[in-house]
């Protein structure tokens, strides 16, 4: 069973979405959000570990073991999920409920959770390039996980090199204050975040809020793990 590096994050209290004239309509309202705490993985799900779970078989257009998965829809994701939640029986690892991230979580965790006063366009920086691969410098391929530095919750990629899957239906933001947020019970599409190798700046942002249909395969699409458990 392979262990999977994932990251604790406390719970707390944030301002989810942005605001302002440089906000992009759909990041609006900014809204309270409460989250309990929660583990999410500390670099996106890897070819290597992609394989491991799924009896090696590898659908990255650019192949590597230690370069994020790719070309993997949000069903995908969710068959990968099942897999690897059915390989913890009867291992130290059962009761490890791995799922993927919801939306606020990914966006709380992205903005440095309990830090995340420092207000950073991205992941862990004002400085894109410093945390993240983008059409300025990937050449225009997906990199090798944890090469650029790591936001304060020591967790890396959450900025460029491939957009992430959320559990969320893609909805408009509510106005008022939500405590452990799910998104619209309904949708057409699923929520993605956090730009990619082949996005420019705007779309790498933290509060960035986009989607994709649930069926697409794209080589710039990826996810990493989140997971329910006690944080000490």
């Excluded at 990251?7 to 992009?24: L, N």
């Amino acid at each position: 069973m392979n262990k999977f590096e994932m990251t604790p994050v406390k719970g707390g209290s944030f301002m989810m979405g942005s605001k302002g004239k440089s906000a992009f309509a759909n990041e609006k309202p900014q809204h309270l959000v409460t989250l309990s705490d929660f583990y999410i993985g500390k670099y996106p799900v890897t070819q290597a570990e992609w394989k491991a779970v799924m009896e090696g078989k590898n659908p990255s257009r650019f192949q590597g073991d230690n370069r994020p998965v790719e070309t993997v829809s949000w069903d995908d994701a969710q068959a990968f999920v099942q897999a690897l939640n059915l390989m913890t029986k009867n291992t130290r690892f059962e009761g490890h409920h791995y799922r993927l991230p919801t939306e606020a979580e990914w966006e709380y965790a992205a903005r440095g959770g309990y830090y995340h006063t420092k207000g950073y366009k991205y992941a862990g920086s004002n400085r894109l390039k410093d945390v993240g691969w983008f059409t300025k410098n990937s050449s225009e391929a997906t990199k090798p996980v944890g090469l650029k530095h790591p936001n304060r919750l020591g967790i890396f990629d959450m900025s460029g090199n491939v957009w992430e899957w959320c559990e969320d239906w893609y909805g408009d933001y509510p106005s008022g204050a939500q405590t452990n947020p799910t998104g619209p019970d309904k949708g057409l599409d699923r929520v993605v975040r956090g730009g990619s190798w082949n996005s420019g700046a705007d779309g790498c942002r933290s509060t960035f809020h986009s989607d994709d249909t649930p069926s697409l395969r794209y080589y710039a699409l990826g996810f990493r793990l989140a997971l329910s458990l006690q944080i000490k």
